[in-house]
């Protein structure tokens, strides 16, 4: 009887895994309509939000073509921006250091043009 167990528990491995993964899936599609029902967000918020999620995988093309078109209009820009603000800021602060001293970079060209200076006024305007 054991073994009787055993196998049928075997068996229904894959169809609760199926089960539980698309039941995941509509629950976070109904999360998304609820955000963008009730809330203020934006679809191209939700994407940004999906793109910097920490998966060690990279966001495929058509989804990275969708935000930075959206990138253009200026609302969707400062949405875009805050995200990344949140979600990529922390990984920069061991690099803080290198950073600021990027204030004084100097690297002059051979023909004397400043490169360091471009890079300076760059940060301030």
Known sequence: ?????????????PL????KRQASFFFKEKIKTARLAL?????TELTTEK?????LWAPDTCTMGVIS??????????????ILHKRVAEEFQCDKDAIKEMVSFQFV????FNWGSRVIKG???
């Open 16 to 19: 609760l895994y199926e089960f």
């Open 123 to 125: 940060k301030r305007s």
């Open 1 to 13: 009887m054991a073994m009787l167990l055993n196998k049928s528990s075997k068996m229904g491995s």
């Open 39 to 43: 809330t203020d967000v934006t679809p």
């Open 51 to 55: 793109i910097t999620n920490g998966d």
């Open 69 to 82: 078109r959206a990138a253009f209009e200026v609302y969707d820009y400062w949405r875009i921006v805050d």
């Open 109 to 112: 060209h051979e023909k004397g």
